[in-house]
């Protein structure tokens, strides 16, 4: 089993910056992806950005340039750098992570809830 614990969310104005953290405990060698998710009231969830244990990152084109995904093996800490933030980049916030690089995912956290309004 893997546990996934999310941090860092909150109200900010809009053209802020916040960065989320994922702490991973548990069996955390037999994961190869980890992801952001967020759902936004009335929305379905939506991925937000993967990285993979070989550093590879991808993104949701709403968020390239402005958000970054990066990870610290020390600290067994994924990160979401969210920058340029706008009202409807409000959601609840989800870590997540598989232990194969395809399909869907095996844990998730509980999410943290980012709103952005002034």
């Known amino acids: 089993q893997v546990q996934l614990v999310e941090s860092g969310g909150g109200l900010v104005q809009p053209g802020g910056s916040l960065r989320l953290s994922c702490a991973a405990s548990?069996?955390?060698?037999?994961?190869?992806?980890m992801g952001w998710y967020r759902q936004a009231p009335g929305k379905q969830r939506e991925l937000v950005a993967t990285?993979?244990?070989?550093?590879?990152?991808d993104y949701a084109d709403s968020v390239k340039g402005r958000f970054t995904i990066s990870r610290d093996n020390a600290k067994n800490t994924v990160y979401l750098q969210m920058n340029s933030l706008k009202p409807e980049n409000t959601a609840i916030y989800y870590c997540?992570?598989?232990?194969?690089?395809?399909?869907?995912?095996?844990?998730w956290g509980q999410g943290t809830q980012v709103t952005v309004s002034s």
């Open positions: 990285i993979t244990s070989g550093e590879s990152k």
């Open positions: 548990g069996k955390i060698f037999s994961i190869n992806v």
């Open positions: 997540a992570a598989k232990r194969a690089y395809f399909g869907g995912y095996d844990y």
